[in-house]
């Protein structure tokens, strides 16, 4: 267990909704990160947090937006879903980036129909 | 182009035996990381190599980094079953964010 909790575990939805997908970091961190999982793109990096600041972004489509709330929290909002945003979301948080590893959290899995 | 290439893709090996997996990326990083994932699971961090020269150790896995070579190795020793899973490596090319590579799906026959 790395302490960084993500909830739903799943999520199946429809083509054209809008879904959050909630992340807690590990107790003290202050960095939050989201990657997306899938078979075609493998593990990519979508948006980084610090400290309620966005601080990098990667290659996150404009319908989706995140944010870090001041408990540290962060939301992933992923709107107008198509087919091909079926994949796995994985939050992650680390103390330091500088000088120690990123913990990932358990992820949510996300089915578009 | 910020890239991280890992090879093999795909490993079949039997228990006993020992093997290495390559990753190699496009850029100067001084941050290179291991992280296996079971099927359905999440990523567990495995090592994090911090600077050239760099050799870690656990158990059966070992890491090493050689920055002017741009490639980080993760060697399995006495392969056994449990360390059956898919390997990633990823690299901090200097902006906290990790590019990863394909993944390595190592699978141990008895």
């Known amino acids: 267990d790395s302490g960084v909790t993500q909830t739903p575990k799943h999520l199946i939805t429809a083509t054209g909704q809008r879904v959050t997908l909630r992340c807690s970091p590990r107790?003290?961190?202050?960095?939050v990160y989201w990657y997306q999982q899938s078979l075609d793109q493998g593990l990519q990096f979508l948006i980084q947090?610090?400290?309620?600041?966005?601080?990098a972004k990667g290659n996150i489509l404009e319908r989706f937006s995140a944010q870090q709330f001041p408990d540290l929290h962060s939301e992933l909002n992923l709107s107008s879903l198509e087919l091909g945003d079926s994949a796995l979301y994985f939050c992650?948080?680390?103390?330091?980036?500088?000088?120690?590893?990123?913990?990932f959290g358990p992820g949510t899995r996300l089915l578009v129909l | 182009e910020l890239k991280v290439e890992q090879n093999p893709l795909f490993l079949s090996m039997q228990e006993g035996k020992n093997y290495t997996i390559y990753c190699n990326y496009s850029?100067?990083?001084?941050?290179l990381y291991w992280y296996r994932q079971d099927p359905g699971k999440s990523l567990e961090s495995l090592f994090v190599?911090?600077?050239?020269?760099a050799v870690k150790q656990e158990g059966r896995l070992m890491a090493s980094l050689d920055t002017k070579a741009r490639l980080s190795t993760l060697h399995i020793t006495a392969a056994v079953h449990d360390l059956s899973a898919t390997y990633f490596c990823?690299?901090?090319?200097?902006?906290?964010?990790?590019?990863f590579g394909t993944g390595t799906r190592l699978t141990i026959i008895p």
């Open positions: 992650a948080s680390s103390r330091d980036p500088r000088r120690e590893t990123q913990y």
């Open positions: 107790s003290g961190d202050l960095s």
């Open positions: 947090y610090y400290n309620g600041e966005e601080r």
């Open positions: 850029t100067t990083s001084d941050r």
């Open positions: 190599l911090l600077s050239n020269g």
């Open positions: 990823a690299a901090d090319f200097g902006n906290e964010k990790l590019t």
